[in-house]
């Protein structure tokens, strides 16, 4: 008998992922997607991928009653995976009552429904931005958590102590936060990858659209930070490899190897790289010469953060296995493809 995984936000960059992962070990996998940021299509590639279609429930998980509609027609869910969120740091300071209301009340709805429906098992999607402006590199998972610098920060660290607090008050509810760090690169089929709407925020879809001539050029935001070649510093890991992180998680709540409630870990390849060797990489992998100017530093960056990956490493028996250029070439290889597609 398959165990079942709900997969929240399972039409998304790392929800597609996961969703690819968890079917090649053998899970049956339930995706609920409002598909406010992704498509219904990316369930068609992931069957392309795996020779299985997840199914797809679309609804919003601020909408309790259909959660609850959820639960009892999917009364066989091992254990959930929630990654349904905003997700943009940008916007979410412009929009901060949208991204508290949708990013903690669907977090809450599902923690009920789990008490309700005798759900026990949950892993959550966290980030490194919980720590801020680490004063100690490489951070480890004790490292003191700094205010948040976005109502996107704000809502991971509210989203952890809600779910810490949740698992002290119900014993049966064991849970695992992820914290992320930088997630890049596409799954080498090339059929599913990040697919930002509009200008990418982030770096490596900016540098991609960029090199197909989709964006004039690349600002680097500043050189005149205290790193080695004065760009920012952070931990940038492949996202199939942050993807078989929660295949682990999973396995280990449902198989009862959690040594606690509630474990948090740091996902990230231990090795901090700077803006300008992102950039360097992607022009060995690509060939292309990118166009960049240095510019100012952008408003709520930090200069530089990697993890101290060891507590995963030896917990979860899981680690890093793509070097940055192999994850480059991936976000290259998905930019180039989806174009060809988009014609
Ligand atoms: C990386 C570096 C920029 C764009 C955020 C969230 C994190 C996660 C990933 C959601 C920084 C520089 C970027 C550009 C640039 N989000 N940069 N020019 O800010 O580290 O992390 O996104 O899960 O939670 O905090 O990622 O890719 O935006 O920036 O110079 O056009 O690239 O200054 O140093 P960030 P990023």
Known sequence: MKNKILVTGGTGYIGSHTSVELIKEGFDVVIIDNLYNSEAEIIDRIHKITGVKPVLEVFDLCDQEKLDIFFKKYNDISAIIHFAAYKAVGESVNKPLEYYRNNLLSLVNVLDAMKRFGVSDLVFSSSCTVYGQPEKLPVTEDAPLQPATSPYGNTKQIGEAIIRDTTVSDKNIKAVSLRYFNPIGAHPSALIGELPRGVPENLVPYITQTAYGLRDELKVFGNDYDTPDGS???????????????????????????????????????????????????????????????????AGDIEKIWADPSFANKELAWKTLSSLDEAMKTAWDWEKNIRNKKG
């Open 232 to 298: 920012c510093i952070r931990d940038y890991l492949h996202v199939v490899d942050l993807a078989k992180a929660h295949v682990v998680a999973v396995k280990r709540l449902i198989g009862r190897r959690n040594k606690t409630n509630y474990e948090v870990f740091n996902l990230g390849t231990g090795k901090g790289v700077s803006v300008l060797e992102a950039i360097k990489s992607f022009e060995r992998v690509s060939g292309i010469k990118l166009k960049y100017k240095i510019t100012g530093r952008r």
